[in-house]
């Protein structure tokens, strides 16, 4: 936990309602007028329910403690990353969830310990105000499991048809700890490569909730922070040489990125890939391949391989890491290149996706 | 996974290859040269590329890409016709995703999308009336194409919305047919090929006897295949089975989908709502006669060829392609003059790189790994 600077977002704070007036009432243009209804909007839809005293004072920009960031390390980390998924709510979250989540991990994955975060929301009128609420308070419980703080935001609102619903800002401050030095240009010749969860749960739930497909399954996507997992994996060894998590694009994507920016190619090994039956087998129905399926909370992790062993254990004992497989190989031949050894003994070149995965006709 | 993955045991597949190996050495003209094998269908194409079958069997055979995949083979005026039909007002195309995706002499569907006209992507033609009962102010397309493989659902869907009376339904049919490709391939001069992979879920549809004529007359083995690569290993040893005996006919090694007769119902909704055309155009292979189905008279106000003006102007495919003669396997994907740096999936120029299942497409995506690169998997 971080005594300093999160003490405020302890979760045994009294629960927040929506007041009565809200009720059955829906977001319209008015609410971003800037003008007294916006306000409203605001304090008891976000400001409440974040509870933070950084964004209670209502001042235009949250202020941070200089010395209190220097005492957890020398580098700050800033992310940012828009939320823009349809439908809002899907079977495992929803999008407050993982507009917390995702940056959450953008920040993990350069060892930083995530600290504060902004909400700004673009909102189509005629969006139910219960429905912003609800988002809200899973943004707050995401935010309190991951210790950071909401400390500013932004709200606007977009006639209907300029927006679908509601698009969702989040930008992430942290602190690197000293001595950590995780990179996307560090993977070496006979480095490890490790993931840490299922393959394409996320992109799977996603397709499915649309409703679509006449396709029945229970897939859950796999939203969660993992800084913590990262915090105990660099407890362990502090000299990680990459990791990204695995979001738009999937795990092909990531790693044809770090082969690319470490000039080595990258062996993975099928047979090893952690991917649930019905995720296979949605994918087989679709003509999908879920190692370029979005996820929410899964990291590629390239390690010396003297530490691989230990590493694996950590990861596993963490429960971001059940999962946690050693999936691949980094060499040295045809740099930029990632390779997939087959459960059929063949080899086949796993590229960067190209476009968006379109299904198949037949 | 059950009913997937027995057709995917690596031990059963280890075996099946020793078998070939040992086969394709009493094949006589191994010894001198390639057996060239055609696999028809995309699908095949796209198995031998995802599971690396091409490295895993002995040089002695070669595949060669056939044109079964309709989404490549569509060419660039169709595609145009689809484009402007599509930004016509008060238009809702619908069609397949990979559809999306071919580009015409201009732009593609998604580009079209982007620039204000509403495309659809649907699953199962059978959507697309959801829509045009959903939206009866709009005339809601829907952008067929495919072999037998998708004819039937196609043909269902004018059926039903005949019987319902829908008015602002109608169909932009690009739907080809296999028999006359596979005889257009025979018939070319520098056509040099051993034996065929046969289409294994069109023939679900059309059955085992329209394919007797590559037997009896053109003297070539053919064997029907599924879709797995064990079904696939099985089909390549029953064609090089026949080459080592001498014999020429139609087996069918995916007999647990495809029937003799194939799919009676199915074939009753093609013949009712389709005839054939007296020529389709093909991108890479020029027009072949017969080859591509238009709907009956009795269905026109579903047509939608009948029922909006279309500009219907041929454009040629790009001089620079080679699409054609690596359909009839005269030049592998790679050795096509822009294979790779003009012509790449994310900007592709010809037919065959448009869809994973194009030749091309999945040559670049799975394939050109030369077999001295493989190196044995260490874990």
Not at chain 2, 228 to 245: F, G, S, T
Not at chain 2, 258 to 286: H, K, M, P, Y
Request: with cysteine; aromatic share 6%.
């Amino acid at each position: 936990m971080l005594p300093l600077l999160s003490s405020h977002t302890e979760s045994d704070s009294p629960p927040v309602s929506l007041p009565a007036r809200f009720h059955g009432q829906r977001v319209t243009l008015v609410h971003g007028g800037g003008g007294k209804a916006m306000r409203d909007l605001i304090e008891h839809v976000f400001i409440q329910t974040f509870q933070h005293p950084l964004a209670a004072a209502m001042e235009d920009q949250a202020r941070l403690s200089l010395p209190e960031l220097g005492n957890l390390g020398s580098q700050l980390a800033m992310t940012t990353d828009t939320f823009v998924v349809h439908p809002l709510f899907f079977p495992g979250g929803n999008i407050g969830e993982l507009a917390v989540n995702g940056t959450v991990n953008d920040l993990a994955m350069c060892g930083a310990r995530p600290l504060y975060l902004s909400c700004a929301v673009v909102i189509e009128e005629g969006l139910a105000i219960e429905t912003l609420f609800s988002l809200a308070q899973s943004m707050k419980a995401a935010a309190d499991y991951a210790g950071i703080g909401i400390v500013t935001g932004d709200t606007k609102v977009v006639e209907r048809g300029a927006a679908d619903k509601l698009f969702i800002n989040t930008t992430g401050i942290g602190v690197i700890p000293n001595g950590i030095a995780i990179s996307g240009h560090r993977a070496q010749p006979g480095d490890v490569v490790i993931t840490n969860g299922y393959l394409g749960d996320h992109g799977v739930a996603i397709l499915l909730a649309r409703n679509e497909l006449a396709l029945k399954a229970t897939i859950e996507s796999d939203t969660q922070p993992l800084h913590g997992l990262v915090e105990a994996m660099l407890t362990c060894c502090k000299d990680i040489h990459c990791l990204r998590d695995a979001t738009r694009g999937g795990l092909a994507t990531v790693l044809n990125e770090l082969a690319q920016a470490s000039h080595v190619s990258i062996q993975v090994n099928e047979s090893a890939l952690p991917i649930r039956e019905s995720v296979r087998g949605a994918c087989e129905i679709l003509g999908l391949d879920p190692l370029y399926l979005a996820n929410e909370g899964v990291l590629a992790a390239i390690v010396p391989p003297e530490e691989a062993a230990n590493l694996l254990q950590v990861m596993r004992n963490h429960p971001a890491g059940r999962q946690s497989a050693i999936i691949g190989q980094v060499k040295e031949a045809q740099a930029g290149r990632v390779t997939l050894a087959t459960i059929f003994g063949g080899v086949r070149i796993l590229d960067m996706l190209v476009g968006e995965q379109l299904p198949r006709i037949c | 996974m059950k009913f997937l993955d027995e057709f995917r045991d690596p031990g059963k597949a280890k075996a099946l290859i020793t078998e070939i190996q040992g086969l394709v050495k009493n094949i006589p003209r191994a010894q001198e040269r390639p057996i060239w094998i055609m696999e028809v269908c995309g699908g095949h194409t796209h198995t031998i590329f995802r599971y690396g079958l091409n490295h895993l069997l002995p040089k002695e055979i070669e595949f060669i890409h056939g044109p079964g995949c309709p989404v490549c083979v569509l060419p660039r005026g169709r595609v145009d016709d689809c484009i402007a039909l599509a930004e016509q007002p008060g238009v809702i195309m619908t069609t397949f995703g990979d559809a999306m995706r071919v580009t015409g002499s201009k732009k593609n569907l998604l580009q079209a999308k982007a620039e204000g006209a509403d495309v659809r992507m649907v699953y199962s033609p059978l959507d697309a009336l959801v829509i045009a009962r959903r939206h009866p102010e709009k005339e809601v397309v829907f952008f067929g194409l495919g072999f037998e493989t998708t004819m039937p659902s196609t043909a269902m869907t004018v059926l039903q919305a005949k019987q319902e009376r829908l008015r602002n339904f109608s169909l932009f049919s690009n739907h080809i047919t296999i028999i006359p490709t596979i005889k257009a391939i025979l018939d070319s001069p520098d056509m040099q090929l051993d034996g065929f992979l046969g289409p294994g879920h069109v023939s679900m549809v059309i059955g085992v006897s329209p394919y007797d004529f590559i037997a009896r007359h053109y003297r070539k083995p053919i064997t029907i295949a599924g879709f797995e690569p064990l079904d696939m290993l099985q089909a390549i040893w029953m064609v090089l089975k026949q080459l080592a005996e001498g014999r020429c006919q139609v087996e069918n090694q995916y007999q647990r989908i495809v029937s003799d007769d194939g799919n009676a119902q199915a074939l009753n909704a093609i013949q009712q709502v389709f005839e054939i055309r007296e020529f389709f155009e093909w991108r890479g292979l020029g027009s072949i006669d017969h080859s591509g189905v238009q709907i009956r008279e009795a269905f026109a106000a579903y047509d939608a060829e009948r029922k909006f003006s279309l500009p219907n102007i041929t454009i040629a495919d790009p001089t620079s392609c080679q699409c054609g003669e690596v359909l009839k396997g005269a030049i592998k994907p790679n050795q096509c003059k822009v294979f790779g740096t003009t012509c790449t999936p994310e900007t592709p120029l010809g037919a065959l790189m448009v869809s994973t299942e194009g030749a091309c497409a999945a040559y670049y995506q799975y394939g050109w790994i030369e077999k001295n690169e493989i190196q044995p998997v260490t874990r």
